[in-house]
């Protein structure tokens, strides 16, 4: 079964930085796309970003492009979010998600973050307010 445990969350000024922190457990990252989605309150849970396997292609959801920078560190399991210029809207329970994929690799984070319809973790609260 895949598990995560999301972290790095918190409360940050307009302007600034967090990072997302998403460790697996019960199985090795190498051969899944991850993705960071997120749910503010009264919304729909939406793709941020998403990175495919292999290659390590990335998809951003156009209001973080240039903000956000997703990565993975396949020694250590984990994959992370990286999230500069933060803005009050980036508000939201932030969650990581896997999944096997497969097919066109530039086309892959985007499928992920777009269709991902599986289960979910706790999540991580991150609130951008002054």
């Known amino acids: 079964q895949l598990q995560f445990v999301e972290s790095g969350g918190g409360l940050v000024q307009p302007g600034g930085s967090l990072r997302l922190s998403c460790a697996a457990s019960g199985f090795t990252l190498d051969d899944y796309t991850i993705g960071w989605f997120r749910q503010a309150p009264g919304k729909e849970r939406e793709g941020v970003s998403c990175?495919?396997?292999?290659?390590?292609?990335?998809y951003y959801e156009d209001s973080v492009k240039g903000r956000f920078t997703i990565s993975r560190d396949n020694a250590k399991n984990t994959v992370y979010l990286q999230m500069n210029s933060l803005k009050p809207e980036d508000t939201a329970v932030y969650y990581c998600?896997?999944?096997?994929?497969?097919?066109?690799?530039?086309?892959?984070?985007?499928?992920?973050?777009?269709?991902?319809?599986?289960?979910w973790g706790q999540g991580t609260q991150v609130t951008v307010s002054s």
């Open positions: 998600a896997a999944d096997l994929l497969s097919g066109a690799p530039d086309a892959i984070p985007h499928v992920m973050c777009a269709l991902y319809s599986g289960s």
């Open positions: 990175i495919s396997a292999g290659v390590d292609t990335t």
